[in-house]
């Protein structure tokens, strides 16, 4: 079983910061490409940022350079953060942590996702 916990997010005014983290825990053998996704009601989900083991990093045009996509990798698992800045209104959504995952050495690797955790900016 694999679990992707995220936490950080929360209420701020426009122009604050906010951090959030996604660790990811179980019977992992390797986590691959981490990645945030977010999703503002009425709207589809979309990319916000990916980083991969190695650390290439991609950012949807609408963060960069505002938002801060990090990651720590352990043994058999990783904690991926979104550090970010400069926050607008428009940057309110549901933020999902996503990770490309293998639970074996020969294993493929499968997709997960976290609960969300929601932002919400203030103008």
């Known amino acids: 079983q694999v679990n992707l916990v995220e936490s950080g997010g929360g209420l701020v005014q426009s122009g604050g910061s906010l951090r959030l983290s996604c660790a990811a825990s179980g019977n992992i053998y390797i986590v691959y490409t981490m990645g945030w996704y977010r999703q503002a009601p009425g709207k589809q989900r979309e990319l916000v940022a990916t980083?991969?083991?190695?650390?290439?990093?991609?950012?949807s045009d609408s963060v960069k350079g505002r938002f801060t996509i990090s990651r720590d990798n352990n043994k058999n698992t990783a904690t991926a953060y979104l550090q970010m800045n400069s926050l607008k209104p428009e940057d309110t959504a549901v933020y999902y942590c996503?990770?490309?995952?293998?639970?074996?050495?020969?294993?493929?690797?499968?997709?997960?996702w976290g609960q969300g955790t929601q932002v919400t900016v203030s103008s």
């Open positions: 980083i991969t083991r190695s650390r290439q990093i991609n950012y």
């Open positions: 996503n990770a490309d995952i293998a639970l074996t050495l020969t294993a493929r690797s499968s997709e997960y």
